[in-house]
């Protein structure tokens, strides 16, 4: 496994069915075919470990804040980390910018909408009929980045587009 | 940094003040100085990262489930691990088990009585006085392992006498 010249964090953060999960898993297909050494770390993932995890602030904030922590620590250890996580509050993000050498926050950018209409888990549906709470997008915000180092247009741009604006915005550190 | 041949999770679990972190701060010091790269966990320190962590079974289990998650990616990725954490509960300490390739559990066994006499953070004191509650010893369980691959006796043993025989144990992965 190869270590890159410069580890860092790719932290894909956006709305339920943005599109995280696939960008991530796109840029660990590149990873892997280059011989890098990466861990994927997700948030359903994660939840299936942790199960317990709860989706109001505190909760949500502390999940993230440990990921985050754990993120950092495998960046420290020269180990690039692709996370891909709702991570709707901006404080929880800027901890875990502040945990990481080279924290790239990935915005995720796809309107409430288009999310809505994939509705790939069938989330939204459940959200909408109060069958979950706590929400994202329905009633429980989404804090945008302020100063994402990418922006990414999940509704006008194709996920190969997309892919490819982060590998070239990655090279400078492979 | 170098790799170890096997990398490893050393976790040592044991009342507050039975030596947890002076033996792992040794071993540190020892890998330090071969070159290894290791990552140092402990419980005060990521007690003071994640200060609203509680110490009701259900927060303490969750806590080191979560350390033991990221030993476990650590150690996946060739980071020797070294951790120390009161970690009273067998089922949490079994949850990281499972969650690493190879687990050295190190039950730091020194009597309450000792610890107590000890009580180099004033802790005891406290607990005795109600000041503290839900204290490991006092008025909380500690669930000894049944099966520890290494066993510390601070009580008859010096600090140097341990260490050798912690360090004899891991010169099979190094």
Redesign the interface.
């Known amino acids: 496994m190869m270590k890159p010249r410069t580890p860092f964090v790719l932290w894909f953060t956006g709305l339920s069915g943005s599109g995280k999960s696939t960008l991530a898993d796109k840029i660990a297909a590149y990873l892997s075919e280059k011989g890098f ?1 990466f ?1 994927r770390l997700d948030g359903d993932t994660l939840r299936g ?2 199960p ?1 995890t709860g989706f109001n602030r ?1 909760e949500r904030d ?1 999940h993230i ?2 990921v985050g ?2 993120a950092g ?2 960046e ?4 690039i980390v692709l996370a891909s996580f709702i991570s709707p509050y901006r404080q929880a993000r800027d901890f875990v910018r502040k945990r990481c050498r080279n924290f790239i926050e990935v915005y995720v950018k796809a309107s409430l909408a288009a999310c809505e209409a994939r509705d790939v888990k069938g989330l939204y549906k459940k959200a909408r009929a109060g069958q979950i709470r706590e929400f994202t997008g329905i009633d429980d915000p989404y804090e945008e980045p302020n100063h994402p180092e990418l922006v990414i247009d999940t509704d006008d741009e194709s996920v190969e587009q997309s892919a490819r604006r982060i590998i070239d915005a990655i090279q400078k550190f492979l």
């Open positions: 050494d861990e470990v942790f317990s505190t502390e804040q440990r922590f754990m620590l495998l420290k250890h020269g180990v």
